[in-house]
């Protein structure tokens, strides 16, 4: 098949060899987004098969003359030149101009949201690393120690002992 639906399957298998589907499902989190990434990934595939297989392929040349033999003549050539006249209309893409800005602008804000996602989640990493490495000390850590690496809590305990507040 030429035109349109050719193209249509082709955008599709353009689309499904660029997606990282595994990339995707590390960085899930919870279980019910867990079975709605697997339901999109088989709906997307679902989608893209029926893609490929009806829309990328030929349709089969009609063998007029076979029926010729069988039929005659006068009514095949009659069905030959209804079917001739025949226009398939073609398919004009209203749809994509316009919700291609908004697709876009989805996509920045994707960006976005993952490089913020990713800091924080470095944040956190180095939290987690901190809280670690501090939990392993604590039993053999002095005072002067813990304000050494948290200097505005040795600050704020000096600040209560000089105004003699004692958390009464």
């Known amino acids: 098949m030429s035109g349109v639906g050719k193209k249509v399957a082709d955008v599709a298998f353009k689309a499904s060899k660029s997606i990282d589907w595994d990339g995707m499902a590390k960085m899930i989190v919870t279980d019910e987004a867990r079975k709605e990434f697997s339901s999109l990934r088989r709906a997307f595939e679902e989608v893209n098969s029926t893609l490929q297989t009806k829309f990328s392929q030929e349709p089969e040349p009609i063998d007029w003359e076979y029926y010729r033999k069988g039929l005659g003549s006068r009514i095949v050539d009659s069905y ?89």
């Open 80 to 168: 030959k030149e209804y079917y001739d006249s025949v226009e398939i209309p073609k398919f004009v893409d209203k749809t994509t101009p316009e919700y291609k800005p908004k697709f876009d602008a989805l996509l920045v804000e994707l960006k976005e949201a993952e490089q913020k996602s990713l800091k924080e989640s470095e944040r956190l990493e180095k939290e987690i690393a901190d809280v670690q490495d501090l939990k392993k000390k604590l039993s053999t850590m002095t005072a002067d120690e813990y304000f050494e690496k948290h200097p505005e809590l040795k600050k704020k305990f000096d600040d209560e002992i000089r105004n003699d507040y004692w958390g009464y």
